[in-house]
């Protein structure tokens, strides 16, 4: 994605990566992502034309090469437009000719209306936004003040400020990176050194920003600190009362809601920059718009902003080009991505967070008039934009570094802007991570600045965890699970390193190897395999399944005669009212997935793809196993026997160390990593977490340490159908027990059960939680961030003992005074509807999900749900808004399922979102065995099902008709008309037989 491309390289330029290597490493970059999304594991063969605009690039043509092994690949001579080329070819050897007149390319079309248009944004130059020139205090002639550098180094801009003992700011400078941060800091440096004129002497430095590590040594920084703490400090210097920030910068976007000036909450943008600033200067530079004021006054002449949504920023220049293209005027364009930006930012940083009413806009895109008018329409509250809010970031560190510098300061000086430097960079051979090494010069120092050294090699840095003894969890843990005897001389059988072998090698090592096969562990997750992985992937899915096929294809190089890859169905239960255990849907298609990207006949490698039930019983799955592989009966069972021991000594140890280290440290704050064991304990998937936490002083529990029983949550969730779902709400129970617990949720893009059952987990929770969402985009930098900002808010926030209201499902009696509302899912919901009606019921079906119901299930849900979640959850929320009807006289209809599709969670959602919103007494109804049907029994399943099934039978044969229809519009009529005969015979409980019978 060019978007997340952006990211890797702004975290690397900030980790001293020199250009060229960046530059490099993105022309090979694209080169793999034109592998995996354009050729979706097709094998490409040479000779290979190169062509297009790209073609130019010769780098391009080195990557191509590079990737594709040498193939022999060419530029032709005309590149750059054999697309025109062929459409002249093409047309010279059709025989028939269009006239064509010349003039039709210079005739104007009017614009189009579009049928969706969003509020003008008004100007509001006297509120809000400081429009007077800033004024900084007198440095008068004499001994220099006391002052307090910060410096805030970010992806886009550079800023530096500094600040007197009273908090005043003395200087600032506001400057792009331009993908060179030393240089920037030195031009700040320089700056504000110019105004300061030497009538100040530095006491402390503090730096923040994604760049805050480098430029910290660089400077010599007393205070290295996160930009959430940061900005709440400059903005709380401006305001001790301000309760929300929004702050939006080039990269990165966050929220912070501080309560009595502490942080209670934060949260940055996940992934996507669709909500930040570099989004909208990217947008205006293709409309030719300069970002700086002129976007602004365009966007406010705007009569009709053009709904452009809140989309990706590589869709969304797709949809600017497609309205230009439809002759949408350039106002109404630049409008729409003023309010496409707020969009982005609420629905996908914010989310359905609580945003206060003394509310701060801080960072460069707060700047931009346009957009604090689209925040203030859409939120319809006072908006502040604070004196100095492009640099408040700086003025934060600066505060900081005033309130933590004790002794003599470090920071050597403002001669630094003149420093000569240099960057180089290596790969290390040391050991298998290979790192690369990136080291910075400064004048006459004899010490390089060394970053990228995973085992601190060549930075000799000595983390805060290292120094107190703290251990490395998910390391011991992983000796614990790969603990087992390898057997040599057999035939040897490939299990990948992913997904679930982090819970259950034990398992299947055992079993394998009491049958005599020699087993083989793919190599531990690294760059190669991702890459591997991502490339030969046809499907897009989660991180993790990407990472097993490169997995499987580590297997196929090591020329192993099995690889072990089965479809896990569900896990073993012990609540018998947790009915279901399931895997989720993509874990269990793992096989089909690989089948579909891996050329088999290449390999002589046969697969293992046995599809294993472990609730029906490890025996039945291992014999099952055994079978296939033709081994001896008595044999397999012993083998069975084995392996349940193993796996039974592998919890059993877990459970110990987990007892041991809640003694050792029963006191110390311990982070617990919410998660499934492979993407919380697979080092290379998750980029070290559990080690970057040591560093930081964090001791990182495993989940499963906490030995988390599902039984503990079967009556509040009895339709909780995914195992590790059940094991994630049951470790949060654990965690409420323990006051020196804090919970970490580490998930993946596009992880479906997680879109669900994360919401639980939050609301479950009486402590701050923070969540990390990691796949291959992911960079170091914003990780360690997110840590650092964590760690501040929970030593600044007492812990909170919430009354949870238990959510024990309750009996469902449908009152007859209630009007049940179905959602529209075509003609049937009106069965439903007709059924309910037979019943003596009366019922509704809401009208057609519309833009309105997107944008106001936007506002509830995460973006992570699937569609129609989203479009339901606007729905209902638009009846309740609009029927007039008091709360006692609604009910929702929702259907339900038993997994594991998301679908069977639906109505969990929607209850606890109109709970949290006030509605307690409006109740979702499912109907199904468990409640009796609500009360009514199979006679309603029965009515139901066959008005359902006669209007599914009447709707296939309209669509098979009409195409072919003689008199337009006839089909419709008869389908209608045989319709609503069907709704009228369900309401009088009669026999549809004869209608179905006439209608055929």
Request: glycine letters at 8%; charged letters at 25%.
């Amino acid at each position: 994605c060019a978007v997340f491309a952006k990211s890797d390289m702004i975290h690397l330029q900030q980790k001293a990566t020199p250009n060229e290597d960046i530059t490099m490493g993105l022309c090979e970059a694209l080169a793999r992502s034109y592998k995996s999304n354009i050729a979706r594991g097709k094998d490409l063969k040479g000779p290979i034309s190169f062509q297009g605009g790209v073609a130019a690039n010769q780098a391009m043509l080195v990557a191509f090469k590079k990737v594709l092994k040498g193939e022999n690949i060419m530029v032709p001579l005309h590149y750059f437009s054999l697309g025109a080329l062929g459409a002249a070819l093409s047309l010279m050897e059709k025989k028939e000719r269009v006239p064509f007149d010349p003039e039709c390319l210079t005739k104007e079309f009017p614009p189009p209306q579009e049928k969706e248009s969003l509020p003008r944004l008004i100007s509001d130059e006297h509120k809000n936004i400081p429009s007077e020139p800033e004024k900084y205090p007198e440095l008068k002639e004499g001994e220099p003040i006391d002052a307090y550098l910060g410096i805030d180094i970010g992806s886009v801009s550079t800023n530096v400020a500094v600040i007197d003992k009273r908090k005043n700011l003395l200087a600032k400078s506001y400057l792009p990176t331009a993908g060179k941060p030393i240089k920037a800091v030195q031009e700040g440096l320089k700056e504000v050194k110019e105004k300061c004129a030497g009538r100040v002497k530095i006491r402390g430095a503090g730096t923040t920003g994604s760049g805050r590590y480098m430029i910290g040594s660089f400077v010599g920084a007393d205070v290295i600190k996160n930009e959430i703490t940061t900005q709440a400090k400059g903005a709380l210097n401006v305001d001790t009362n301000v309760d929300t920030i929004f702050e939006i910068g080039g990269q990165d976007s966050k929220f912070i809601s501080l309560e009595r000036e502490v942080v209670i909450d934060f949260t940055m943008n996940k992934a996507c920059a669709a909500g930040t600033g570099s989004f909208l200067e990217e947008q205006g530079e293709e409309l030719k718009i300069n970002i700086k004021r002129e976007f602004e006054e365009v966007a406010f002449s705007s009569t009709s902003p053009a709904d452009l949504g809140d989309r990706c920023t590589v869709f969304m220049e797709s949809a600017l080009f497609e309205r230009l293209q439809r002759g949408v005027s350039i106002p109404d364009l630049v409008a729409g991505l003023a309010y496409s930006v707020v969009y982005n930012y609420l629905n996908k940083v914010v989310e359905n967070r609580k945003i206060g009413e003394n509310i701060f806009f801080q960072g460069g895109t707060a700047c931009n008039k346009s957009v604090v008018a689209a925040f203030r329409e859409i939120l319809g509250k006072k908006i502040t934009v604070p004196p100095h809010n492009e640099v408040l970031g700086a003025v934060g560190a600066a505060i900081v570094a005033m309130e933590e510098t004790k002794t003599e300061t470090k920071f050597k000086g403002f001669g630094l802007s003149e420093v000569e430097y240099r960057m180089e960079s290596f790969e290390c051979q040391d050991c298998p991570n290979h790192c690369k090494v990136n080291q910075v010069w400064v004048g006459e120092e004899k010490k390089p600045l060394t970053y990228g050294d995973r085992c601190d090699k060549y930075s000799g840095k000595e983390g805060k965890g290292k120094k107190i003894g703290l251990p490395n969890l998910v390391r011991e843990r992983g000796k614990l699970l790969f603990s087992a005897k390898k057997i040599k001389g057999g035939k040897k059988i490939g299990i990948p390193r992913a997904l679930h072998t982090y819970e259950l090698s034990p398992l299947w090592e055992s079993f394998f190897s009491k049958l005599g096969y020699e087993v083989v562990i793919s190599d531990h997750t690294n760059d190669e395999i991702i890459h591997g992985g991502v490339e030969m992937m046809v499907a897009e899915t989660c991180f993790p399944i990407k990472v097993t096929h490169g997995h499987v294809l580590n297997l196929l190089e090591k020329n192993v005669d099995y690889i072990f890859l089965p479809s896990i169905i569900d896990f073993e239960g012990s609540d018998s009212q947790l009915k279901r255990t399931y895997n989720c849907p993509w874990s269990q298609a793992l096989p089909y997935f690989v089948n579909s990207a891996i050329e088999r006949k290449a390999y002589s490698t046969q697969f293992l793809e046995p599809a294993i039930s472990l609730r029906e019983g490890v025996e039945k799955a291992l014999k099952i196993l055994g079978d296939q592989l033709g081994e001896n009966p008595v044999r397999v069972r012993n083998a069975v026997k084995a392996a349940r021991k193993a796996q039974s000594t592998f919890y059993q140890r877990l459970k110990i160390k987990g007892s041991e280290i809640m003694r050792r440290f029963g006191k110390r704050k311990a982070f617990v990593l919410i998660s499934r064991p492979y993407n919380g304990c697979d080092p290379g998937l998750n980029l070290d977490i559990a080690e970057k936490m040591r560093e930081l002083g964090m001791l990182a529990i495993p989940m499963d340490f906490l030995q988390p029983d599902p039984s503990l949550i079967s009556a509040e969730y009895p339709h909780m159908y995914w195992g590790y779902g059940q094991k994630i709400l049951a470790a949060a129970k654990r965690i409420k027990e323990t006051d020196n617990l804090y919970p970490i949720y580490i998930t993946n893009f596009a992880c479906g059960p997680d879109s669900f059952v994360s919401k639980y987990f939050l609301e479950e929770m009486d402590r701050p939680t923070l969540e990390l969402q990691i796949d291959e985009h992911s960079a170091e930098a914003g990780i360690i961030t997110r840590l650092e900002a964590f760690l501040d808010s929970i030593r600044n926030k007492k812990l909170l003992r919430e009354t949870k209201v238990e959510k024990v499902p309750q009996p469902i009696h449908l009152s007859k005074e209630r009007v049940i509302y179905i959602p529209y899912m075509d003609d049937h919901s009106y069965a439903l509807k007709a059924t309910f009606e037979a019943m003596g019921q009366e019922a509704e079906v809401m009208e057609i999900s519309d833009l309105e119901s997107l944008r106001q299930g936007q506002g509830y849900t995460t973006g992570r749900e699937c569609y129609p979640c989203i479009l339901t959850t606007g729905d209902i929320l638009k009846v309740i808004k609009k029927s007039g009807l008091p709360e006692k006289r609604l009910a929702f209809f929702m259907g339900t399922a038993q997994g594991p599709c998301r679908f069977g969670q639906y109505r969990s959602f929607h209850q606890q979102l109109l709970r949290k919103l006030g509605y307690a007494d409006i109740p979702i109804i499912s109907l199904d065995a468990e409640n009796s049907y609500g009360g009514y029994g199979t006679r309603f399943t029965k009515l139901a099902w066959s008005a359902i099934a006669s209007i599914d039978i009447l709707r296939k044969v309209q669509r098979l008709i009409r195409p072919d229809e003689v008199n337009k519009g006839e089909t419709n009529k008869v389908y209608e008309k045989y319709r609503d005969e069907i709704l009228k015979a369900v309401r009088c409980k009669r026999g549809l037989t004869p209608i179905m019978k006439e209608a055929a």
